[in-house]
Structure formats: structure tokens, C-alpha cells
């Protein structure tokens, strides 16, 4: 029987965090040999804001290079660039047709970023779920691993490919959303009632994949928790301190309840200290991988080359299908 199809993407705008690892790549990581795997890296979907054409490239390569450092097997996983599979851009328009504007302007990511972004609300941030809808369904993807925040744009994908099969018959997989037990939503570390997220002002919010351990400890110890004292998970009424467990949680594999034995005795100094040492711990060889695989340009270029042409040959077949369901000569 052949393999199950995953895809998933991270966009190339700005620095990756520790929130990216960890409900996304981490979780792929451990998908690698069950499933045949499509990882891209969604630069299309970076030019809804703006983006220095340099920094957009480079952050481009980087990102390659950490899915690479952080244990994805190039010669397993289908790892490329979206812009270098032209049916993406071409499905997205064709799926355009088939999106309404009433469901798009339910997002909340739109409303979020047009209200960061007042002074570009252009058409591309709206229509984003309608290329993301294309950059799965042109894959057949049984399967979508993305942190929470993505969920709702997997929804309205799902709603696409449900339409499309509705008038021209099965054509599109239906995808499933798969989101992680305990990282699914990490939080910030001056504000863990918000997502951690690249584009925070406050850098004492996020820990950065580059950053250096002296930085991820000093991060830590600024972190944001409360006056008891105490270990324990309750998201409600102490999100702080139920975000470090979170994070020491996946970095450790230990479950809540050994969390709060482990620091029953203990102050937030100490925990905190053990939450950073289990981080570093985790990103360091990822770190001194992404440094050296940054270094051979050559490796990377033959990485994502090999990824688009195995992407293509399914996206083309993909597309040449709805082509003709809807009457467009190939
Ligand atoms: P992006 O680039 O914002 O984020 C990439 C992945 O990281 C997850 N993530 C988080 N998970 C847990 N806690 C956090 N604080 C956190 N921040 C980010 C995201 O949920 C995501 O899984 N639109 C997508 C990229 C994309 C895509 C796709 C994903 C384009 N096409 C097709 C899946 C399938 C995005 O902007 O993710």
C-alpha cells in the first residue's frame, strides 16, 4: 500500500522561533518515515508584506537549512521552494474562483495582520488561505501537521475541496489537520496570553532558533509568570508558568503531572533555569547542523532543486486533472 500524503510550510519572513520548532517542525520530524512528506518553504506567501528582496532570499535558504539541521532526511522528505512549483500560483487563481469573499473575510489572521499592517492591505493578504488551500490540495494531502493558528486556514481548504468535488466529482483528498498534544500553541514570554510569534516588538518575547544560549537563558529568567510560586498547569489562571511547562514538556517528553512533582519544592528561579537548559539542550545541535549546512550553498541548491522536480511531477498530474474537470485546454 503506498504512503500517506503529508504537506506542510513555514513562510520566509523573518527570523523561525521556538514556537515554529516545536508545534511544527519538531512534530514533522517524528512523521518522516510513516508518510511520504512534502516540506516547503512558502515564499509566496511572504510577499503579503513587504520584504527586502535580499533578506526574503536569504531567510529563503535559512529556513532549508534548519528543516535539514533539525533531522528532516533530504533524501526522505520532498523539502522545496514554492515559487519553483509554478502550478501553486496557477491552481491559487483557478481556486480563487471557487472562494467566497464572505469566508475570507472571516480569518482572523487577516483581521489581525490588515489591522498590523493598515498601510498594506493588499488583495494578496486576503486571498492567502485560497494559495495555502492550492498548496495542499495540489499534493493530495492526507494530512497537514500546523500549530493552532493555522487551523482555521486548513478549514477553509477543506470547504474548497469539498465544493470543487461537489460539482466536477472526486478530485481533491479531503486533508485532516494535525496538531500537537502539547505544543500546538506556544505563547509569548512577556505575554502568554498571545501567541509567540516572529513579528512580536518585544524580543524578550520570543525565543529566536538562532539565538545564543546565553540569550535563551536571559529570555527565560525575564519570562513572565506570577506570585504563587508554584508549578502547576492551569492555562486560565496561570498562562505564564503553563507555557514553560509546555515548552519544558515538549523539550523533555515528561507529562504535566512529572513536571509539578519534579518542582514542588521548587522556586520560579530554579524552574525557569531547568525550562532554558532543556531548550538549549534541544536547539544547540540543531544550531551548530543549520551553521554548517548554511555554509554549503552547493548542498542546499541540490536539496531544494531535487525537491521541486519530485513536487512538480504531482502537482502538475494534480492540476492537469482539475484543467480538464473545468474545461481549460492543456
Ligand atoms: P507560519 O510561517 O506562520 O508558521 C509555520 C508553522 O509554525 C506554527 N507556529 C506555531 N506553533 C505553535 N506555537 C506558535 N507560537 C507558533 N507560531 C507558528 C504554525 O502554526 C505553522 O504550522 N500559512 C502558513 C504557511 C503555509 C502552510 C501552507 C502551512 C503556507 N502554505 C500549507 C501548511 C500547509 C504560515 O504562515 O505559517
Redesign the pocket.
Known sequence: MSKKII?????A?GKL?L??Y???IDNWVKMQEEYECYY?I?NL?SLTVRNDPETLKNNTLKIIAIYVAAGLDPERNNIFI?SQVKEHAELGWILNCYTYMGELSRMTQFKDKSAKHADNINAGLFT?PV??AA??LLYQANL???????MQ?LEIARDIAERFNKIYGETFVIPEGYIAKT?????GLQDPTS????SATNLNDVIFLEDEPDIILRKFKKAVTDSENIVKFEPENKPGVSNLMQIYSSCTSKTMEEIEKEFENSGYGNFKAKVAEAVIEKLEPIQKKYKEILNNPEYLEKIYKKGAENARKLASKTLDTVKEKIGIII
Open positions: 504537506l506542510s510550510g513555514i513562510q519572513t522561533t514556537g515554529n516545536l508545534g511544527a516547503m512558502a506567501h514554492q492567502y494559495l495555502m498548496d495542499i497537514v501537521p500546523v500549530g493552532a493558528d493555522q486556514h505544543s500546538s500553541r506556544i505563547m501567541k509567540m510569534s516572529k
